[in-house]
DNA sequence: AGCATTAACCATACGTCGTATGGTACAGAA
DNA sequence: TTCTGTACCATACGACGTATGGTTAATGCT
């Protein structure tokens, strides 16, 4: 007889009612805060098992394998996405605006895992898809033909995905390439870069910082002039 | 005394002059070839190792970790960057669109080691700040300030990012969603996204097949339009 | 009520991974 | 000739994902 006591921590079989220490929940929280805390590749089924209190086996009984962890993480994100839908009252460049910014806020909620999610394709499930919802109304509103829309979003979305990783790789909103990148680039075999150069010197003058959301307003407002000249 | 025979194909300790079987570059080409034909996740150090004919550890005589084995992968993608250069005489448009698809086919050439290059912030090295300089170029001529030439060139590249993710996903030229895709979004609870659903059906009715070349191109008129309206 | 099934936990173990450590044989410099 | 460094090999360690197979409690069936 091991472990008589009523309060044993230990315990082996099947829990008592309500006391399952267990659930898909309760794992992918956990498992969300060791992404944030330590990043992705501290998350092994181990250590997502240590801070739960339970063997590493147990998690299987609520997800089938470390990808679907990931994978319900992915979804996790999605279903943060905050579009803010402000109605049809404002202009549909506004719209558009609102949306990404909103897709782009749920990705930057959770740096350690964007990459994660930008290339998990299993992950595409039903919250993905209405996710993009909003992209689509605005567009629908512009007056697009469906193709355009279509088009217009993937290009969008793209941008989206090709910013968001950039900005989860460096983890600050800001930052600052002053030294950094001006005498990288300065040492170049000379000639081999004269523009970027001349660029980069010039805008080291202005003492440059890169912020993270002025590019993506910049990046935006390119996509919706865009949008605008090209399909009307 | 083992191993007498002059031509053991086992052998310990320091080859013969001239009987070297490793170097970086026959490294990483071996590398290149597994994650070229079996993914990213078969080049492991010992099957890198065996493809070689040597000992796992006689690697690190090379190259420090496996991390420094995908940096030089990276740089092999990038170096690979075939930037045309058709001079001056082109309108900058152009020679923005050229840079902009040498861009991707390289990323393309290697679907699998797209998500590493994209991620790996360390693999920054010269040879990827060169590979921007024709961005540059065709942006000054445009006549651009070099804060707009710089915030263009990362809008972009984030554009490009993103794109090659979608299609390093995928992994074909072109992708039917005609029944997957269509199916899904109609069997999305009610009224979830109605806008979705409809540009879906009607993009179904005309046999719908995405193709990633014209996706590519449609982004990057935009994206060059969007460029014109914005900074002139 | 009794019994079989299933669900939720644990223990052990297997094969694979990256790589630390420490050899051994040759090259080139002193 | 001796010393130092280089390019290989052998062994081993700790961590990983997870297969297998317990044990116990809840649940469904009769």
Do not use: C
């Amino acid at each position: 007889m091991v472990n008589a006591g009523k309060a044993g921590p230990r315990r082996s079989g099947r829990p008592r009612s309500g006391e399952e220490r267990l659930s898909r929940q309760a794992i992918l929280e956990a498992a969300l805060r060791i992404v944030d805390d330590e990043g992705i590749e501290a998350m092994t089924m181990r250590r997502l098992a240590a801070t739960l209190g339970v063997n590493p086996m147990s998690i299987y009984h609520h997800l089938p394998n470390k990808a679907a962890v990931f994978a319900g993480l992915a979804e996790l994100v999605f279903a943060d996405v905050d579009s803010p839908d402000p109605g049809d009252a404002v202009p549909w460049q506004d719209q558009l605006k609102g949306a990404a910014r909103a897709y782009r806020n749920a990705l930057r909620a959770h740096p350690n895992l964007a990459l994660q999610v930008l290339s998990d394709t299993s992950a595409v499930s039903d919250v993905v898809v209405t996710t993009v919802e909003p992209f689509y109304r605005a567009l629908d509103r512009a007056g697009l033909s469906p193709r355009q829309i279509f088009e217009s979003v993937n290009t969008l979305i793209d941008f989206i995905h090709g910013f968001s990783l950039g900005e989860a790789a460096v983890r600050a909103d800001t930052f600052d390439l002053a030294p950094d990148l001006l005498t990288r680039v300065q040492n170049l075999p000379s000639g081999k870069a004269p523009t970027l150069t001349r660029v980069v010197e010039s805008l080291g003058e202005e003492g440059l910082h890169y912020d993270f959301s002025e590019g993506f307003e910049s990046g935006l407002t390119t996509l919706v002039n865009g949008f605008t000249a090209t399909w009307t």
